[in-house]
């Protein structure tokens, strides 16, 4: 924590500062001031946690700068110091808001006492403050997904310093699919809650099912050092890190659907270790890069359910195409084969590209054999969503429940129907919202939107008004 000393006698904020060292070694970054006017002067350059004002000061007392200084950075913790029990002083220093007022020369017991107290209300305040962030991030996301619209600018956090980092973790066992979305959410949360450096953060798992983490922070290297590193703890399995940097919340949602449109390029660029979205857009041949992930994309969701003849099609179109010959040539293949390897269990080998479309050709036609051909039931998935509406019918859990990525079930949903699968839900749920609120005069808008499976009454009331031109209290 950054904490402010502010005392016209230096031997005092030095033997503060050498007591709070010794109680707390390396744990927080002192700043000095001597007298008031300097105090309010740091505080406008960097607001503290945690701030000890002398009353007695020149040019300006303690109590006159904690006066200017709360408004300044309501967050801080104020801690008056005097030499004189004066009850004048003490009640004075509580109108301010100040935290707690001692007497000097502070002893250490009861330095120890009051600054325990604080850390800990500082963690109460920040994991409220986080829960409300988190909530708000997820809500104006997800809105965003289903309008098309800037739904952060209502939020309450403003211009800032933000960053994202978006996971993908590509692995098709279920199990250690879990498991690694638990560790790795887990332990990030954790490293977030741990550290006061980061003012706000939000751990999540989007609409596709990408684990996100979104914080608000000055100097993220920390965080991003963390994260690296906990994706290193698994060398075996195709985890790769997007990251980017905005200047508000609106911007980090742009930034997280560009990661989206870029994020097939994990299949031939190492991810393993933050990438920054702003170095890929660099990269000379990125759109051919992009066009030759595609491709094997497509070919691996076909091998994935079994499409035989797409599959001998892909394999035959792949040979004439020079252009993806060409990308192949200026790749890393050991990325494009661990990526191969875990989604299509067979080993690669070549190092020419007519000898891996022949591996490619191989292994979908192992899969096809072990796992018989399967159908895209539209049906199936309509009548699922019909049955299940009011609970979690979101792409990452449907697909899922379905054994198939998210982003194929999306694509073969939009071919076989013309629709978006977020819009067949939306129109399901508000068709059914319609006939509760038809059937029962009564019933509230909030017994509604939880009654279709809306958890925010905002989110429900837009969505109906955008499908029925009225809101549901209108209806």
Not at 52 to 73: H, Q, V
Not at 407 to 430: A, C, P
Request: glycine share 2%.
């Amino acid at each position: 924590m950054f904490i402010l000393i502010a005392d016209d006698e230096k031997m005092i904020r030095l033997s503060l500062q050498s007591m709070l060292e010794e109680l707390y070694p390396n744990e927080h970054m002192y700043i000095h001031a001597s007298n008031g006017q300097a105090a309010i002067a740091q505080v406008q350059k960097l607001p503290p946690d945690i701030a000890f004002l002398d009353i007695r000061m020149p040019l300006m007392n303690g109590l006159e700068a904690l006066e200017t200084c709360r408004k300044l950075s309501p967050s801080t913790k104020w801690i008056i110091l005097s030499g004189y029990a004066d009850f004048e002083y003490a009640q004075k220093a509580i109108t301010l808001s100040a935290y707690s007022y001692l007497l000097k020369p502070v002893d250490l017991a009861t330095l120890k006492q009051v600054m325990d107290d604080i850390v800990v209300l500082k963690n109460q305040e920040k994991e409220h403050d986080n829960k409300l962030f988190t909530l708000d991030v997820i809500r104006s996301f997800n809105m965003a997904d289903q309008l098309g619209s800037d739904e952060t600018s209502f939020l309450p956090y403003g211009t800032n310093s933000y960053v994202i980092y978006q996971i993908y973790i590509d692995e098709q066992e279920k199990e250690r699919q879990h498991m690694l979305k638990h560790d790795l959410f887990r332990s990030i949360d954790d490293f977030c809650r741990r550290n006061l450096f980061l003012f706000y953060h939000a751990v999540f798992f989007n609409t596709n099912g990408e684990l996100c983490v979104i914080c608000s922070v000055k100097d993220p290297s920390h965080l991003t050092f963390f994260i690296n590193s906990q994706i290193r703890s698994y060398p075996h399995d195709m985890i790769s890190v997007f990251t980017a940097a905005a200047g508000s919340l609106s911007e980090i949602y742009e930034e997280s659907r560009r990661i989206s449109r870029l994020s097939e390029i994990r299949l031939v660029y190492d991810c393993r270790s933050a990438a920054d979205i702003r170095s890929l857009t660099e990269i000379p041949i990125l759109h051919d890069l992009l066009s030759f992930c595609e491709q094997i994309d497509l070919f691996i969701q076909n091998a994935l359910v079994g499409s035989r003849e797409t599959i001998r099609q892909l394999s035959a179109a792949f040979i004439q195409n020079l252009k993806m010959k060409e990308i192949f040539d200026n790749i890393c293949l050991s990325t494009l084969y661990l990526y191969l390897e875990d989604v299509l269990a067979h080993s690669f080998t070549a190092d020419d590209f007519a000898g891996f479309v022949k591996e490619l050709h191989a292994a979908a036609s192992e899969l096809s054999h072990i796992e018989p051909l399967r159908n895209f039931d539209i049906t199936v998935i309509k009548d699922f969503v019909h049955q299940n509406y009011a609970k979690d019918v979101s792409i990452a859990y449907v697909s899922e429940y379905f054994n198939l990525s998210p982003t194929y079930f999306s694509k073969l949903f939009h071919e076989k129907t013309g629709q978006k699968y977020i819009d067949f839900v939306t129109e399901v749920r508000i068709e059914n919202a319609k006939k509760l609120i038809r059937s029962n005069a009564n019933i509230s808008v909030k017994q509604t939107a939880e009654a279709v499976g809306y958890t925010s009454v905002r989110h429900f009331s837009k969505i109906f008004q955008k499908y029925t031109g009225v809101l549901p209290s209108n209806y």
